[in-house]
């Protein structure tokens, strides 16, 4: 049976991890970890560095989940306005092939990006999403983009979805449960060995037709 990680040694590498990652800088962020739950603290000057700072610790074995309380403060004297921002995301969405633009519509408050609109997929909600976290002065990003699918019978996509966990390598199909409601409305539950596991399941959920909402209950099971 694989020894349980101390507190102590999960702390030192998300530490490791977050100096690995080019993409956070790791004097600025503080952490802590109780029970394998770690906490990010300080400042950084985008919301892709705070977002890469979550990332790099969910990448840890042990890491039961993550708050992310870091604060996302522009630096310098070249700091957007909220007017700045929305034309850099519509700019931003105008220039990606993935992403239908002109049905989403844009709101920025005090560097707080909120999405809404309709698409026809969900890798086109992510895409959005992720773009718009990418642009420089943005504090965070609400995504309330809605996905249309064609009507399909619950047990139908609850059938296709379960030969998509069978396939799928990464996945252990065996301790997840997957339950359907009507409109398309998919809620994952049971037990993982990772994050990374955890995610994928989610994404193999999306690709199946029909499916309009995805609740991940899943566990990340910790030895």
């Known amino acids: 049976m694989p020894r349980v990680r101390t507190d102590e040694e999960i702390q030192q590498d998300v530490l490791d991890e977050l100096d690995w990652d080019p993409e956070v800088e790791v004097t600025d962020v503080g952490v802590t970890v109780h029970d394998g739950v770690v906490t990010l603290t300080g400042t950084v000057d985008s919301f892709l560095k705070k977002w890469a ?3 790099a610790a969910l990448r840890v074995e042990g890491v039961r989940a993550v708050v992310n309380h870091i604060e996302v403060v522009p630096r310098g004297l070249g700091v957007r306005t909220d007017e700045d921002i929305a034309r850099a995301v519509a700019l931003a969405f105008e220039e990606n092939p993935a ?24 890798y086109q909600r992510r895409e959005a999403e992720e773009t718009a976290r990418r642009i420089s002065g943005v504090k965070s990003v ?4 809605t996905v249309r699918q064609p009507t399909v019978a619950p047990d139908e996509i609850k ?65």
């Open 99 to 122: 992403i239908p633009h002109d049905r989403i519509k844009i709101r920025v408050e005090e560097g707080r990006v909120t999405l809404e609109g309709e698409v026809d997929w969900h």
């Open 53 to 55: 700072a979550e990332r």
């Open 142 to 145: 609400i995504n309330l983009i």
């Open 159 to 223: 059938r296709q979805i379960e030969q998509a966990f069978i396939r799928h390598a990464e996945i252990d199909a065996e301790n997840i449960q997957v339950r359907v409601e009507e409109g398309g409305h998919v809620i994952l539950s049971g037990t993982v060995r990772s994050w990374a596991e955890r995610k994928e399941a989610e994404e193999a959920a999306w690709r199946a037709p029909g499916v309009t909402k995805v609740t991940n209950l899943i566990r990340v099971q910790v030895p």
